[in-house]
């Protein structure tokens, strides 16, 4: 009971800082002696600590708390197809330091090798603090079970893939691994566009197509964790392969890979970035780009008479090409929809970018390591 309270005041604090030792008792419904207590001991152990004193409503000025963020610092990873991103974030979701490595038709043994070089750079680039290292995430574009093992990433080739296991060999740290897409949502609704939505459908447009979905606040992931794969739903009957091995997947249509299996007969071996930067001079590229953004929309269209949202989050890097492929989007859903699907509902772009499922997993691991009063 003396973990779950102490949580409580430590999560009263982080919510809502400055914050008096009265408020707190106020807001958590736990007596002042139990809350003097339990602050005294959360100052000790360096998770808040005592700013100037507050304005006074009639006696003495109360003295502020304030939630440490520099107490410890999380890693995050985002692995993509084509690049591997990490971040060191403080625990607040501040960015301090990261990596950017672009890949290439790497094996799994590289991939991993690359990965935990990855890892202990970000370790060596921490700041001292009196935790170091609280946990690392680690998001992956594929499906995850409830134990982190990948079962199934099919753009990456990797097949029951025990990650946890493979990293706990090199690491004496608390790690996470998460579904891509879910941790993009996570990191939406933490930081990014989703911060004031309840109910929201983050769709993770890279290589591969993924989904995140945020009810009442919380992460759905389904009954084992396997929700979210809409990239491979059916949006053409008898169409294009995908390399999920099924045909006619919405990821085969309106993905950055379906993107470059496009434009390659325009412009073999360009990458994203490259078309984007032609598109408006070169009229034969930027019809591709609004092809894409159409069965974008189809399938983004699915999921609102789906789910009924309350807001749609397009994220990772097609979101690059924002002023491409939103106005196709948006005219897509608005044909596939009808009126009152489309009542009160928000279509946004990212606004983390490409640090969507980094900063997802980051909290991941935050929320784990603040998690006092868990058995």
Not at 7 to 18: D, F, G, K, Q
Not at 146 to 163: F, M, Q
Request: proline letters at 3%.
């Amino acid at each position: 009971m003396k973990k779950k309270n102490k949580e409580i005041v430590l999560r009263t604090i982080i919510s809502n800082a400055p914050i008096s030792r009265a408020d707190i008792a106020q807001h958590s419904g736990l007596n002042k002696a139990t809350v003097s207590s339990l602050v005294n001991e959360l100052i000790e152990e360096e998770f808040i600590y005592e700013s100037g004193p507050g304005e006074s409503s009639g006696g003495r000025r109360p003295v502020m708390l304030l939630f440490n963020k520099k107490a410890g610092y999380s890693i995050g990873l985002d692995i993509g197809v084509n690049y591997i991103l990490g971040i060191v974030t403080d625990l607040e979701g501040n960015v301090v330091y990261e990596q950017h490595q672009s890949i290439h038709n790497l094996s799994f043994d590289e991939m991993i090798h690359l990965t935990i070089e990855m890892i202990k750079n970000l370790i060596e680039h921490t700041p001292q603090s009196r935790y170091g290292v609280i946990g690392i995430g680690i998001g992956v574009p594929g499906i995850v079970d409830k134990n982190g093992k990948v079962l199934l990433a099919p753009n990456l080739k990797w097949s029951h893939v025990d990650l946890p296991d493979i990293l706990h060999r090199e690491f004496d740290y608390p790690i996470i691994i998460e579904n891509e897409a879910n941790a993009g949502a996570y990191g939406e609704i933490r930081f990014g566009a989703g911060v004031n939505c309840n109910n929201v459908i983050y769709v993770s447009a890279g290589i591969g197509i993924g989904v995140g979905i945020i009810l009442k606040g919380e992460l759905y992931k389904g009954i084992n964790g396997y929700s979210g794969e809409s990239g491979h739903m059916t949006i053409v009957v008898d169409g294009e392969k995908c390399r999920c091995g099924n045909s006619g997947c919405w990821e085969a249509y309106a993905s950055e890979h379906a993107l470059l299996n496009q434009a390659k007969h325009i412009l073999p071996g360009a990458t994203l970035e490259e078309l984007i930067e032609i598109a408006e001079e070169n009229k034969n590229v930027k019809e591709i780009f609004n092809e894409i953004g159409s069965y974008l929309g189809i399938g983004i269209s699915n999921l609102i008479k789906t789910f009924n949202p309350q807001q749609i989050i397009i994220g990772n890097r097609l979101a690059k090409a924002k002023h491409l492929i939103e106005q196709p989007t948006i005219k897509s859903i608005n044909k596939h929809t009808l009126d009152f699907h489309q009542k009160d509902l928000q279509i946004n772009f990212s606004k983390l970018s490409i640090y969507s499922a980094a900063l997802g997993v980051s909290a991941f691991a935050i929320e784990n390591f603040l998690s006092i009063g868990k058995d």
